[in-house]
Every structure is written in C-alpha cells, then in structure tokens.
C-alpha cells in the first residue's frame, strides 16, 4: 500500500484522545446521568454542550495546544468540565492542592506557568502574590457567563494521544513537588486496564470523593465518563452522601483509604439501607487494620483492593490481588496486572532473583510522560527505557510480589504521600535548630504519621508551640508532624558516614 493509506490507517487505528472519546460516549449517552452532585444530575448531553461551551471559551481566550491552566478547587462537576474541555485543545489541565500553604502553592503554579487560572471563588483570596498577574477565572457567576457567550460550537480538535493531559502534583524527595504529565495515552489506557482488570461494566458508577487532584479520582472519573456510567461528585469524605451514593447506585471501584474505612463501617451498620452493589473496595490495604478490611468488606459483600501504583504509573502495576469478602488477610502479596512488565533490580539495574530485594521497575502503556520541566530526574527515573519506581519489593516463588520498603523514606498518611526532607527543611529555617530527623510512627486512623526529631542549640531552643506554629505557617495540614521530640544533637543515632539513622529512631516510638 501507499504511503497515503498508510497514514490514514495508522491514524484510524490509533489511540484516541479523551476529549474525542467522551465526545463519542455523550453521543450515545446522551440522556443518561453523566454527574450527580448533592441535588443535581447533569446529563451526558447537559455535560456535552457545557464541555463544548468551554472549550469555545478557552479558544477565545487565546489558549492553544500546549499551553497550561492551573485548577484551583473542590470536588464539584466544574473540575471534570475544566479537564475535559482542556483535552479538546490539547491544553494541559494542572490540578493544584487548595490544602497547601501559600508557598507550596506558589511554587507549584509558578513550575508549570499558566496561561489561565480556573479558581473556586472562595479561594481565590487565598492565591499567592506572586502569580497575581495570571489571568483568573472565578467558578461562579463568571464562569456560566463565559459559558452563556459561547453558541457551543467548538473549534476543530487538535489534541494528540501523546499530550498531556494533566499534570498531577506529587511530593519529590527534596521536598519540592514533582509535576508529572499524564498523557491521554495514559489516562485512556488506564481506563481500559483497570476495567479489564476489575470486570467494571460501562454502566458501573464512581464516587469522586477522594480530592480531584489526586489520581484516584481524576483516573476514574474520566474512566466513567469515556464508559458511559455515573460519577458522584462528593466534597471530600462526608459519611452521609457517601453511604447514599452505595445505596442508590451499583459502583465498580469504591475508594476506601486509611483514615475513614472503620467510620465508613460504623455508618454501613448504623444505616438501614442495604449497599446496591460494589464490585470492589478499598485501597492500600498495608495501612488498613486487618479487622477493619474483614469488617467492611463483609458489609458490602465486596472484595477489598490489595493496590500498589502510583500517580506515575496508575494502579496497574500490582493491583490484581484481592481480598475476599470478611476475610482477616494475614499476608498482604501483590499481584502483577496484565498489560505492563515489571521487573525488580539492584542498585545496578541487574535483576535480583526471586525472593532477594530488588527496586520495582515498570513499563507499560499506563505510564506517566515524565515529570515537568525536569530533565535530570527523568533521565534517572526512565534510564534503560524503564521507570524506576524506587520502591523495594520481593518477588515470591509463586510470582506475587512482597512489599518491602518505600524508598527515600517517604510516609504515607491517610492517602497522601509525605516526604521528610520537606518537613525538615522548614524545621531547620528556625535558626535555633540544629538537627531534624522525621520519621514514620504508626497511626491505628491514618496508618502512618510524621514524628521530629529535634535537636536545638545550648543557648536558645524554641518551644513546641513556636515549631508548631511554625509548620503551621509552611505546611498543608496533613503534613505537619504529630509530635516534636527534642533531643541533643549526641542522641542522634548516625552511621559511620554521618548520617541519620532513620530506623533507630522509629524503633525508640515503638519502646
């Protein structure tokens, strides 16, 4: 055949993008509920003209492929019209943390300098200084204005597979957030892995309530509206609106986290209204009780997600395993999904044999496009055309894989991903501290919490009031630590190379 047939079948065969995909899906759907928020239903059609009104506005604005917006807001419909719009311009979508202080949130606007940004209208007061001069567009009466300009017809779709999609803030092992991009190539993949993995049926549901700039919830809300099914948009872990959701509609993945899964039991057993059906529940079942997963599981008659992936690679590495209804797990294996190769190295990149500890490589289609503007990590990171997770597993003889370690010491409370060196950092910016170290403790509600350790100087130490406002000031909530223990600078356990050793600390919480 000629090269002219080539390039058309190449680009029939390819990979479509998701603002051409939910285009597709709001056809067919067009009468179905596509959104319910608290007393509203959107439908797959209200949703299709309100995305294509967008995107006339953004055309208008003078955005163009590539470019960026930054979203600042709650869990509410306008967040999934925001990203979706975007995605038929080729436009990147960063999804921006309201929970972080002034200055995290400066630096993460500022990293991928937008051309917009998209603001809830109560939080645009809290928008750092520093990025006064990015054009601002309240979500309120401004935002359905700017809709009620448009006729709804848009521009011709210039998106590709391989262009960012969104751009997901995690924590870097400084301690500065890493933007990572997330292609349509990547999110449409892993809809389709994770469907095919879990046997979610296109008219299965999702409950958005986890935070919208984290992956759970951006992942599979676009997941569920490419299948055709209901997304209920829910403000953050409310008890009520979540238990309504489980009774009214039949859900493929409910996310449960560390942190809410024994107060979501409470509310199973309290309320009289049978759960419709769940296929599966549950997440990071390392830092769920035991008896808190047997429990939940047998209320909704649903087996729980033994996951491990990330906002790099979504959940598909390892998120096969699942643990039967009412059963107390007391081994805790991941298996590898289908539709990616995983490999565990040493620190020279040479595979371990089974049962010896080894770095979790992955590649596969669901994999993130890099981190933005960081060409040094991404050449570490995705060195031998593998990403390198740092993360330490064993693989068993039966194939399943053992978690071993987080790599870089990084602490998971609740759902989110803490770095001690962030912590530590603002610590050290009191000029009367002289060393920090912060650790991991045990937590029976979030599974994991941070704990300093301080050492002050002879003739001057601050209080653990002035530390604490001190976090307070720097640092969103959930990363503040539980507790300052002051010791001298002598009592810091330290290696013969000088530095800190992290697990003898972890071990004087445990005595």
């Not at 506005?57 to 306008?78: F, K």
């Not at 087996?303 to 081994?331: D, K, M, Q, W």
């Not at 300052?484 to 071990?507: C, D, M, Y």
Request: glycine share 10%; net charge negative; charged share 25%.
């Amino acid at each position: 055949m000629g090269s002219g047939f080539d390039d058309q079948i190449g680009a029939a065969c390819g990979l479509g993008t998701v603002g051409a995909l939910f285009d597709a899906s709001a056809e067919l759907h067009a009468r179905e509920i596509a959104i319910e928020h608290r007393e509203r239903a959107i439908t797959y059609g209200e949703l299709r003209d309100r995305v294509a009104r967008l995107t006339g506005a953004l055309a208008a604005r003078g955005l163009r492929r590539g470019d960026r917006i930054g979203l600042l807001s709650r869990n509410r419909p306008e967040y999934l019209e925001v990203e979706l719009a975007a995605a038929n311009l080729g436009i990147i979508t960063a999804c921006l943390n309201w929970r972080l202080s002034g200055r995290e949130l400066a630096y993460c606007i500022e990293l991928v300098s937008p051309k917009l940004l998209i603001v809830e209208a109560d939080l645009v007061p809290g928008l750092p200084s520093s990025v006064k001069s990015t054009p601002v567009l309240q979500i309120g009466p401004d935002y359905e204005a700017e809709l009620a300009r448009q006729d709804g017809r848009t521009p011709p779709p210039s998106a590709q597979p391989e262009d960012g999609l969104v751009i997901l803030y995690t924590s870097g092992t400084t301690g500065l957030p890493k933007g990572a991009v997330i292609s349509h190539r990547a999110m449409v993949m892993r809809a389709l892995v994770f469907t095919s993995e879990l046997g979610i049926t296109p008219h299965e549901g999702f409950v958005a309530w986890a935070p919208l700039f984290h992956m759970a919830s951006t992942d599979h809300a676009i997941a569920t509206l490419l299948r055709g099914g209901t997304v209920v948009v829910v403000d953050g872990f409310q008890l009520e609106p979540l238990l309504a959701a489980v009774s009214r509609r039949r859900i493929g993945w409910l996310v449960l986290i560390p942190g809410m899964v024994e107060a979501f039991v409470d509310g199973l057993k309290a309320q009289r209204a049978a759960p419709k059906g769940v296929r599966v529940c549950g997440a990071m079942a390392d830092l769920v009780p035991p008896h808190a997963i047997a429990a939940v599981t047998e209320l909704l008659q649903a087996p729980y997600l033994n996951s491990f992936g990330s906002t790099e690679t979504g959940l598909p590495p390892a998120t096969r395993a699942l643990i039967a209804p009412g059963e107390v797990p007391t081994r805790l294996s991941k298996r590898q999904n289908a539709f990616c190769e995983v490999k565990l190295v040493d620190a020279d990149d040479n595979e371990v044999a089974p049962g010896e500890p080894g770095e979790l490589a992955i590649r596969g289609p669901t994999l993130f496009s890099g981190y933005w503007q960081a060409d040094e990590t991404n050449a570490r990171d995705f060195r031998g055309g593998w990403f390198h997770m740092g993360d330490v597993f064993r693989r068993n003889e039966d194939g399943t894989l053992d978690f071993v370690d987080r790599a870089k010491y990084m602490i998971k409370s609740g759902g989110e991903n803490i770095y001690p060196a962030e912590i530590e950092r603002v610590l050290l910016s009191d000029q009367r501290v002289t060393e920090v170290a912060v650790v991991r403790a045990s937590d029976s509600r979030w599974g994991e919490v941070p704990v300093a350790f301080v050492a002050c100087r002879d003739d001057g130490a601050p209080t653990e009031a002035e530390l604490a406002e001190l976090c307070r000031r720097e640092l969103a909530g959930y990363k503040r630590p539980r507790e300052i223990r002051f010791i001298s600078f002598a009592e810091f356990p330290r290696s013969t190379s000088g530095k800190v050793q992290r697990h003898e600390l972890e071990r004087r919480l445990k005595a």
